[in-house]
């Protein structure tokens, strides 16, 4: 996701520079990320809850019909270790990703990013 990043935060800060806000200028893409995330000192709990998340919204993005949804992963976060915590990650790469995110609210104390400046 790292060439995907920085293409998009390019993007969003050209289309600012032209006074276009970024909920505008996503639309320019058709889709945006959520990044849901969780740290954890043990790492198969972390994983092991990431997991539970994407079987509940893959399975909220079937009974919505929301075919244009794409939920990616769980995997590790570039940092996939930091200060003693294990960091996963799923993304969830929609048109509008905060409709499915209503349906599956994530538990505390789980990180939610809409329109994520940095992946990392």
Do not use: K
């Not at 969780?38 to 075919?67: C, K």
């Amino acid at each position: 996701f790292g060439l995907a990043n920085v293409l998009y935060a390019n993007v969003v800060e050209m289309e600012r520079e032209r006074g276009i806000d970024s909920a505008e200028a996503i639309t320019y893409f058709g889709w945006t990320l959520a990044l849901q995330s969780v740290q954890d000192p043990d790492e198969a709990s972390a994983r092991d809850r990431l997991d539970a998340a994407r079987i509940a919204l893959r399975q909220a993005t079937a009974n919505l019909a929301l075919a244009a949804t794409e939920v990616l992963g769980p995997t590790t976060a570039f940092f996939s270790r930091l200060d003693g915590r294990y960091r996963w990650q799923v993304i969830v790469r929609a048109p509008d990703p905060t409709r499915l995110l209503r349906e599956v609210a994530p538990p505390s104390p789980w990180v939610v990013d809409v329109d994520p400046v940095s992946m990392l």
